[in-house]
Nanobody, 108 residues
C-alpha cells in the first residue's frame, strides 16, 4: 500500500499550489483521508481531512484558504492551497492508515 504526493514547490506569498495524492492498491473513497504538515523541530499538524461521505475538517490556520477534495474517478486526493503565507512552509503528507513520503511546500 502506497500513497504518492505531488504538486509541491516554491511559491511567493499570496500564491497558490495544488497538492495531489494518489494511492496504490486501495480505493481512496473507502477511507477518511488527511493532509498533515510538518516543519523542522515541530510535530506534525493535521491540516485538513475528508471522510468517505465528504465531510471536511480544516485547522483554523488554513480555513478559507485551503480546500481538500477528492476525485473518485481519478482515485486522487487534492489539497488546493490559496493565499499562501510563509508560515505554510512545510513538508505536506497525505495520510490514511499509511503515510506518503511527503512533498515540500516553500512560501517566500
Amino acid at each position: 500500500v502506497q500513497l504518492v504526493e505531488s504538486g509541491g514547490g516554491s511559491v511567493q506569498t499570496g500564491g497558490s499550489l495544488r497538492l495531489s495524492c494518489k494511492p496504490s492498491f486501495f480505493i481512496l473513497d473507502d477511507f477518511e483521508m488527511m493532509w498533515y504538515r510538518q516543519t523542522p523541530g515541530n510535530e506534525c499538524e493535521l491540516v485538513a481531512s475528508i471522510t468517505g461521505d465528504g465531510s471536511t475538517y480544516y485547522t483554523d490556520a488554513v480555513k478559507g484558504r485551503f480546500t481538500i477534495s477528492r476525485d473518485n474517478a481519478k482515485n486522487t486526493l487534492y489539497l488546493q492551497m490559496n493565499s499562501l503565507k510563509t508560515e505554510d512552509t512545510a513538508v505536506y503528507y497525505c495520510a490514511t492508515a499509511v503515510w506518503g513520503r511527503g512533498t515540500q511546500v516553500t512560501v517566500s
